[in-house]
């Protein structure tokens, strides 16, 4: 089968996302496709794959991911935005109550990050302590605190963006630790049945840096639930107050956020194209060739990296 698709990011979550509003394939396939394309040796690579999709009902358009192994995430708001940015091209229009997995999103145009810097303002919600939809087992709720299943780990936050994210604020980020408590997580165990989330996040003056364990992906550059879950948990814990816009920084880039008391969080942050072709795809066999690039978006990608060095400038001045 081949497919036009559009290689995009936000915050430097990498995808690459097809208009499949006219096509009709089971998951299985879809999941075949998202390994075929995701796979960061195959001639795509990313950390999943984005549907622009629609029911025709109650949403003007929907979004579906499905992971780099072929599971199917709840949402993924970094790939909201771009998501969001094909929708609104599609459409003529600017703003959208958007249809998720389990739940909904509102999305709107924002102003351009930076030159050549396509902003989306996004707002998830509400986040949810109630870890019985998970399910963890023995654990109804946990703010900071260690889990009882991993008593030398961290402290951490179960917070549902509706997909669970286990959070630990910490001094420092180790990556091997993030690692291995991650793959436990991966593997999952009898009390951890469908598997989750986990991020360290560091504090630093007003703003956070996350890094996270991605289920169904590994280690990842960025985030965007795991980003909005921290911003919850550090408003929620009382290391920054509710209502207060923050920079949360990633491997990848950077968003802005802010939560609210009741769960709501908004992030702002890019949408930005890379480049846009067609692939030929097998999907049961979850292989891809052939791919055709046809335009690149080369001034995007140059407003980001400008971002992107700005932003290191800055952490080393």
């Avoid at 996004?122 to 109804?140: H, K, M, R």
């Avoid at 840096?209 to 639930?225: I, Q």
């Avoid at 408003?235 to 920054?240: A, D, E, Q, S, Y």
């Avoid at 335009?295 to 400008?306: H, K, N, P, S, V």
Wanted: hydrophobic share 45%; with cysteine.
């Amino acid at each position: 089968m081949r497919f036009a698709l559009t290689k995009c990011h936000g915050s430097g979550n990498d995808f690459p996302m097809i208009d499949a509003r006219s096509i009709d394939l089971p998951d299985a396939a879809w999941a075949g496709i998202a390994r075929a394309l995701a796979d960061r040796g195959g001639p795509v690579g990313g950390d999943g794959l984005l549907l622009l999709t629609t029911s025709g009902n109650l949403y003007p358009f929907e979004m579906r991911m499905f992971n780099s192994d072929g599971s199917e995430a709840e949402t993924c708001l970094n790939g909201l935005r771009c998501v969001a940015r094909a929708g609104f091209a599609a459409l003529g229009i600017d703003a959208a109550l958007v249809g998720l997995k389990t739940s909904s999103a509102t999305v709107a145009r924002a102003a351009d990050l930076a030159p050549g810097v396509y902003g989306v303002r996004e707002t998830a919600g509400p986040a949810s302590l109630d870890t019985a939809q998970w399910p963890i087992a023995g654990v109804e709720r946990l703010i900071d605190a260690p889990l009882p299943m991993l008593p030398d780990g961290p402290a951490f936050t179960a917070v549902a963006m509706p997909n669970p994210h286990l959070v630990a604020f910490v001094a420092h980020v180790d990556e091997a630790e993030l690692g291995r408590i991650g793959g436990i997580f991966e593997g999952a165990p009898d009390w951890l049945p469908n598997r989750a989330n986990v991020s360290f996040v560091e504090q630093r003056g007003a703003d956070l840096f996350v890094r996270t364990f991605e289920r169904g992906v590994g280690l990842t550059d960025s985030c965007g639930s795991a980003m909005a879950a921290a911003t919850y948990a550090a408003c929620l814990t009382g290391r920054v107050p509710f209502d207060v816009p923050l920079t949360v920084f990633n491997a990848g880039g950077m968003v802005r956020a802010h939560a609210d008391a009741a769960g709501m969080v908004t992030l702002i942050g890019n949408a930005t194209f890379e480049w846009a072709g067609t692939i030929e795809v097998d999907p049961a066999r979850a292989l891809a060739g052939d791919l055709v690039i046809e335009t690149w978006f080369r001034d995007e990608i140059a407003g980001w990296a400008a971002l992107v060095d700005g932003l290191a400038t800055g952490r080393r001045a």
